[in-house]
């Protein structure tokens, strides 16, 4: 209906032990600096409110640019609400166009939406639709001057039918053009560069429905072998969200049998992740604050039963009902999932906003590594690669692969590497508590904040400094 217009500094070398790099990206690992850069309608056509019409100049080529520049950050920054069951037709006029369409359509944000990508563009939709009904979303590209493209969009809003929604991607950065098209109902016109998932966010601002309940930023922590800290890594990074980022979050623990969240914090709640994943139809908001265990004012745990009573033979359907409604509950949501493949594994980990890999650096954790990092890219071709964390480096007497070799052969720069340090980790285990608060000062402690500055793509809140003076005339 509406148009959518839409590190703290690290010097330390690169061979020392303890090492920070930028956030996750494609190509061999190389040296990235950590400082922030911060610095009324004429036919079918479904109308714009009255008061969505622009009112002042806009530039539609700086706001297609800005929407490509940031479409990590907008990926980042919200989770994309579930979408209806809709048909979409894509007309393209060039094989750049559909290719791009086509990526798309296999994108996991339009995961269960039927899309059709065809060659040719508003004359080609016009005739299409003369003897068959419209889908409810069609996507043209058009290469024509202004008045041609107006005359056909007015043939094709005849063979519409109610309530189909009309978006063009244009070549003209032509305001006049934009405002004459949104008058006349269309829903939202694009210029170059197309992304695909400028095109999925496209959709989802038609269709996400404003009344949904709210989603949380799902983070999925995975080990690429047995032993490598997934776990201890996923807790610390949930801790320095809810208290260092001061952002509402909830930590679960899908390893049931063997789950060590409740250690970590020092909790031993009746209830956890296994009573909501055996009555997944029961969960609801009252149920589920009762389940959790309230760690700090900010973060909650789903807590594993950590027991071997039982089997857990759970379906994949009640762990992908039971995250979908945890969701719900926070703006983070932390999953520490097993070291095991299963089909619901996969699936948790390909439908996260957010992918941590944690590694040790010797040649299977590589190996498994690498093939974690290709399918993830196979699979989810239009999100940034999944970050990786080498943890326990530097064990004495053990040979190691260096971090630059590593990332070379996984083809990611590692957005983390931890020192082996035993007797901080193991103090911090054994007390039930987290790294920052065993040693607050530690580069270790200072290293988990950075991650989860970089995941949570946000900075700690500003801290005033008071002096003495200022105390005294606050006193006066």
């Known amino acids: 209906m509406t148009p959518?217009?839409?590190?703290?500094?690290?010097?330390?070398?690169?061979?020392?032990?303890?090492?920070?790099?930028?956030?996750?990206?494609?190509?061999?690992?190389?040296?990235?600096?950590?400082?922030?850069?911060?610095?009324?309608?004429?036919?079918g056509f479904e109308v714009p409110s009255a008061e969505a019409a622009p009112l002042g100049a806009i530039d539609l080529t700086k706001t297609a640019s800005a929407k490509l520049a940031s479409s990590e950050s907008l990926e980042a920054s919200s989770s994309e609400a579930k979408l209806p069951r809709i048909t979409i037709?894509?007309?393209?006029?060039?094989?750049?166009?559909?290719?791009?369409?086509?990526?798309?359509?296999?994108?996991?944000?339009?995961?269960?939406?039927?899309?059709?990508?065809?060659?040719?563009?508003?004359?080609?939709?016009?005739?299409?639709?003369?003897?068959?009904?419209?889908?409810?979303?069609?996507?043209?590209?058009?290469?024509?001057?202004p008045n041609q493209m107006i005359a056909y969009l007015d043939q094709l809003a005849e063979v519409c039918d109610?309530?189909?929604?009309?978006?063009?991607?244009?070549?003209?950065?032509?305001?006049?053009?934009?405002?004459?098209?949104?008058?006349?109902?269309?829903?939202?016109?694009?210029?170059?560069?197309?992304?695909?998932?400028?095109?999925?966010?496209?959709?989802?601002?038609?269709?996400?429905?404003?009344?949904?309940?709210?989603?949380?930023?799902q983070v999925a922590f995975c080990s690429a072998k047995g032993g490598s800290g997934a776990s201890t890594i996923a807790h610390n990074i949930a801790h320095s969200i809810a208290e260092k980022l001061l952002m509402g979050s909830v930590l679960v623990d899908l390893d049931l049998p063997f789950g060590t969240a409740g250690l970590d914090f020092d909790q031993d709640p009746l209830h956890g992740i296994a009573d909501a994943l055996?009555?997944?139809?029961?969960?609801?908001?009252?149920?589920?604050?009762?389940?959790?265990?309230?760690?700090?004012?900010?973060?909650?745990?789903?807590?594993?039963?950590?027991?071997?009573?039982?089997?857990?033979?759970i379906p994949g359907e009640a762990y992908e009902e039971v995250t979908r409604k945890i969701r719900a509950a926070a703006p983070f949501i932390i999953l520490d999932l097993p070291h095991v493949w299963t089909s619901w594994t996969r699936k948790i980990l390909l439908e996260s906003d957010d992918l941590i890999i944690v590694a040790t650096p010797d040649l299977a954790s590589l190996r498994n590594a690498k093939n974690?990092?290709?399918?993830?890219?196979?699979?989810?071709?239009?999100?940034?690669?999944?970050?990786?964390?080498?943890?326990?480096?530097?064990?004495?007497?053990?040979p190691e692969i260096s971090l630059k070799d590593f990332g070379e052969a996984v083809g990611l720069t590692p957005s983390l590497s931890l020192p082996f340090d035993p007797k901080v980790f193991g103090q911090a285990a054994n007390n039930g508590q987290m790294l920052s608060e065993v040693a607050p000062k530690s580069r270790i402690a200072d290293g988990i904040d950075h991650l989860a500055q970089q995941i949570a793509r946000r900075d700690p809140p500003v801290v005033e400094k008071t002096s003495v003076l200022s105390s005294l005339f606050k006193r006066k």
């Open 89 to 145: 037709h894509i007309f393209c006029e060039s094989p750049t166009t559909a290719e791009l369409a086509h990526k798309a359509a296999s994108d996991r944000r339009l995961a269960g939406l039927v899309v059709i990508v065809k060659m040719g563009g508003l004359a080609e939709a016009c005739q299409a639709y003369q003897s068959q009904p419209t889908p409810s979303l069609i996507m043209v590209e058009s290469h024509d001057a």
């Open 4 to 43: 959518n217009s839409q590190d703290i500094d690290f010097d330390f070398d690169a061979d020392d032990a303890f090492s920070l790099a930028a956030p996750a990206a494609e190509g061999p690992a190389q040296a990235i600096s950590l400082t922030p850069k911060h610095a009324p309608s004429t036919g």
């Open 162 to 217: 109610p309530g189909t929604k009309v978006v063009v991607l244009g070549a003209s950065n032509d305001i006049t053009l934009y405002r004459e098209l949104m008058q006349r109902g269309v829903s939202e016109y694009l210029v170059p560069p197309f992304t695909p998932l400028q095109i999925a966010h496209t959709v989802n601002g038609l269709y996400a429905d404003p009344t949904a309940p709210f989603i949380g930023r």
């Open 278 to 313: 055996t009555q997944p139809h029961r969960l609801d908001a009252v149920l589920m604050e009762r389940m959790m265990a309230r760690c700090t004012d900010r973060l909650s745990l789903f807590a594993a039963p950590a027991s071997l009573e039982d089997d857990y033979e």
């Open 372 to 398: 974690l990092v290709d399918l993830f890219r196979r699979a989810r071709p239009n999100d940034p690669p999944p970050r990786l964390v080498l943890n326990q480096v530097g064990v004495p007497n053990r």
